[in-house]
C-alpha cells in the first residue's frame, strides 16, 4: 500500500542531476530516505569520490571505496569507483584469475580509462546499473530495488547518460558493446529509470535546467519525469508588513531592515522564476523550501524527506 503513494520510486535506476550547488546530493540523500520509508530498498551512489551522503544521514563515514554500507532500515549507501567497477567487471570474462591479476598490476585497467574519452562516465553509470540487477556481476551480492545515483552536474550528467549508446555504437561487437546496449535500454525506458533535475529559483538555474530538460529529449530521446526546485523562500512577509516595515524603516535597526527588504525581493525573484520553469516544465514539479540553518544535517534532512515525500504523494 506505502509504495502505491510513491510511484516515482517505482523504478530501478534514479539519476539525479542539475547545476552545480543547487542542492543535487541534499536531494538524493532526501530521495533515498524517502524511497527507504516507503518500503524500498534503496541504495544512493555518489561519484567522483564524494561520499557525504553518509554524515547527511547521521551515520558515521566509514567504508573504502566501492563498499556498500547500510546507514538505515532499507538503505544502504556507496561511492562508485570506475577503476575498481572496471576490474569487477572484468574479472567475469578474463580467466584465469592469474591474468586479471597480471591486467590490474600491469595498470592496463587504468591505462583503458584514461584513454578512452567517457570511459570513467560509461563504467559509473554501467556500475550503477548493475547494482540494482537481481544477478550481480559478483554472484554471492544482492541487487537493491532501487540505486539513486548523485549524478555529476548538468552537462556531465547529461554525457554520462549518452555514453552506453556511444561505446554501443564504437564496439558493435563483444562484451563491451552488450554490457552498454544493456545499459542503454536500461536509460531509453522510463518505467525503468527516472531523470530527476533539480534546481533552484534563479535566472541561470533554471535556464539550465529548461536546456538540460531539452537536451534530455533530443540527445537521449526522453525527457526528465521530476524536476524539483530546491530552496525556495517559503516563509516570505506579505506586502502590508512590507509597506509597514520600510514606512518604520528608519526607527528599526537599519541592517536589519535591509536584510529583511533584501530577502523579500530574493522572494519575488524566486516567484518569477517558479512561474517560469512551470511553464517550461514536461513533467511533474515539486517545490522544496530553503531551510533556515547554517547546514543541512540528518535534522534538516528529515524535514526536508518529510516535505518531499508528501510533494511526491500529491503527484500521484
Ligand atoms: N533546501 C535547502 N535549504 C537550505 N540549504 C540547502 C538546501 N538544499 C541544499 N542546501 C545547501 O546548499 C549547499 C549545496 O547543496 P548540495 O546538495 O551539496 O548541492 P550539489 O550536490 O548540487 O552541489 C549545501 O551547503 C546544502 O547544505
Ligand atoms: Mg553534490
Sequence with gaps: MKNEQHDIFHCELMVVTGKGGVGKTTIAAALGQAASQAGRETLICEVSGQRRVPSLLGHPTAGAPGTEEQVAPNLWTTTIDPEL?????????IRPRALLDLAVRSNSF???INAAPG?????TITKAAELSRDERWDQDAAGYELVILDAPASGHGLAMLRTPTTFAEIARVGPIANQAREVEALLADSERSQIVLVSTLEETPVNETIELQDALTSQLGRGADLIVANDFISDDLGQPEIDQLSAAGSELSGAATTAILTRHHRS????????RLRGAADCPL????AIASHAIGPDEL???????????????
Design 85 to 93: 567497477a572496471l576490474v569487477e567487471w572484468a574479472g567475469r570474462l
Design 286 to 289: 515539486v517545490v522544496l523550501p
Design 110 to 112: 587504468a591505462g583503458f
Design 119 to 123: 570511459g570513467r562516465e560509461l563504467l
Design 268 to 275: 519575488q525573484l524566486q516567484q518569477g522564476q517558479l512561474t
Design 302 to 316: 528529515e524535514q526536508l524527506t518529510a516535505l518531499l515525500a508528501t510533494e511526491l504523494r500529491l503527484l500521484s
